[in-house]
């Protein structure tokens, strides 16, 4: 047991005797996972997880009732309320509860707000960082985020509503950093056109990175201009990443020249393609 597992352990009188971890799940492969977040899962009496932790991962607590309380781009979900709530009681019954979120819990998870409504009920929070997709998805497809001459800096932004970045992109210079985009494959015209707007050159490298870490994994790469028109239709509802930046170019000598040139499949060719992954070349 480590120091700070030892203070989990001792709560103070008048505090609850559960626990609520915070949990990144890391981009989707299990093997992304830290240690200490198989241990918080194998030990949990409950896991609230958010729509994009895969099953894999979920495996990981065989103890646990398993709640999925996420929602995709779009849809419905519980409101973040209600997970509080939930988090907040099931913690007083005594439990050690696991609150599983995609990538890293602090990085546009609203893992702040739920660590705080968690610790001003009482109740002992721990955070277990994960492997943020916004470092780990271009990392995957052979894009470092920094690259010395290239990049030294880079700043990752929420697409899913212009008052989420607008002001964010035009305080930065035009290709100064690279740019790491969460939750702007549906939005991304609208962005690209604001970057051009902002100054951006038409020709700056842009990268979609979809289902990263995951055997459905696919890059697109192409220049900005032409981010905006480009078709993922045939990727089906798979969470996707953005990077612009010419980091992207630093892909050339890291992949095979066929990967890099990969274009989407159907979502059929897709699953087979998986399957074939997952079972073999003979499959
Ligand atoms: C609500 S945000 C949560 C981000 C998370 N907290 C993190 O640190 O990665 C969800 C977004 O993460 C990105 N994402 C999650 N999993 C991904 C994956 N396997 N491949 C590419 N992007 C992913 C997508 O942009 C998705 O819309």
Not at 7 to 36: F, H, I, N
Not at 114 to 137: C, K, L, N, Q, Y
Not at 187 to 202: F, N, P
Request: proline residues 7%; hydrophobic residues 50%; charged residues 15%.
């Amino acid at each position: 047991m480590s120091a700070s597992d030892a203070q989990q352990a001792a709560p103070a009188s008048g505090v609850s005797a559960g626990l609520v971890s915070l949990v990144g799940a890391g981009p989707g492969d299990p093997e992304l996972l830290t240690m200490k977040a198989v241990r918080r899962l194998a030990e949990a009496h409950v896991v609230l997880y958010d729509t994009l932790v895969p099953l894999e991962v979920l495996a990981l607590a065989p103890r646990a009732s398993c709640f999925c309380v996420g929602k995709r781009a779009g849809g419905r979900g519980v409101p973040q309320p209600t997970i509080n709530r939930l988090l907040i009681s099931l913690a007083n019954r005594g439990k050690r509860v696991v609150r599983l979120k995609c990538g890293d819990p602090f990085v546009l998870g609203r893992g702040g707000e739920e660590a705080m409504a968690v610790a001003s009920a009482g109740i002992r929070v721990d955070i277990v960082p994960g492997i943020t997709t916004a470092i780990a998805a271009p990392a995957l497809a052979g894009i470092p985020v920094t690259h010395r001459g290239l990049s030294s800096g880079f700043v990752v932004i929420s697409g899913h509503a212009e008052d989420a970045y607008l002001r964010t992109i035009a305080s930065i210079a035009p290709g100064s950093l690279t740019l790491v985009i969460l939750m702007g494959i549906a939005t991304k015209r609208a962005l690209v056109a604001r970057l051009l707007g902002c100054g951006w050159d038409a020709a700056t490298p842009a990268a979609v990175l979809l289902a990263a870490s995951t055997p459905r994994a696919f890059t697109w790469t192409g220049p900005l201009v032409e981010l905006a028109a480009v078709s993922l239709e045939a990727c089906g509802n798979d969470p996707g990443t953005i990077v612009i930046g010419p980091v992207i170019g630093i892909r050339a000598s890291l992949v095979a020249p066929h990967q890099a040139m990969a274009r989407p499949m159907s979502v059929a060719d897709r699953r087979a393609e998986s399957v074939k992954a997952t079972n073999g070349p003979n499959a």
